[in-house]
């Protein structure tokens, strides 16, 4: 292999920043984390090209500048939850952590309705991809009807984009399909669940039976 002649800043802008979805990078980090994920070097493999007159050497700059800014950025906000929470604008924080505690109140299946106080994010858990997505804007005072495994993010889908992939996930997701076979189904969890399920059930017993008693003296 030839030494090495020149640096990346060279053919880039490694101080230029990227953003996607709340997370700011600059091409400097992109470059750093492609080349740990790949069995060579960037910067080598551009210094290859750049000496051969029949590559277009712009189209290649272009297409790893794509992959850097697509595929690259979107592994690393990834694995970087803390940081994208941190440039959260306060608003912004407050929204992700009112759907925290929403997620974890999706204990039970069934539909509900729920008014939009404001203007709002229909989110909803997908047990295929066991992760959160942000679907269509409710208006404020739009009544909509949420199935077990969506809530209502009091925030616009921009807001809602930037940390959905964040949250906890939802409770229900350990006693379907597709965690089982992902090895992921937690049998304390199924457990738990099912406790909780028998505590709403004596709940509801014993207020029918009220109610039948109340009847009664009532007659």
């Not at 991809?129 to 969506?150: H, K, P, Q, Y």
Request: proline share 3%; charged share 35%.
């Amino acid at each position: 292999m030839s030494e090495k002649t020149h640096d990346f800043e060279d053919f880039f802008d490694t101080s230029e920043e990227y953003t996607y979805k709340g997370f700011t990078a600059t091409l400097g980090e992109l470059l750093e984390a492609y080349n740990q994920n790949v069995n060579h070097n960037v910067l080598e493999t551009i210094e290859e090209l750049v000496e051969d007159d029949d590559v277009d050497i712009e189209k290649v700059k272009d297409d790893i500048l794509e992959s850097l800014t697509g595929d690259v950025i979107a592994e690393l906000r990834e694995q970087n939850p803390k940081r994208v929470l941190k440039n959260l604008e306060p608003e912004e924080y407050e929204a992700y952590l009112y759907c925290a505690v929403e997620v974890e109140k999706r204990q039970n299946y069934g539909r509900r309705k729920e008014e939009a106080e404001q203007l709002s994010t229909r989110l909803r858990w997908s047990n295929g991809a066991a992760s959160w997505f942000a679907c269509r804007e409710i208006e404020t005072g739009e009544m909509v009807d949420l199935d077990a495994n969506e809530i209502l993010a009091p925030c616009k889908k921009e807001t809602a984009e930037k940390f959905a992939d964040f949250l906890p996930e939802l409770p229900l997701y350990s006693l379907s399909t597709e965690a089982k076979v992902r090895g992921e189904a937690s049998p304390h969890a199924t457990l738990q669940w099912a406790l909780k399920q028998l505590d709403r059930r004596a709940i509801e017993v014993e207020e029918e039976l009220k109610e039948e008693l109340e009847k009664k003296i009532a007659n």
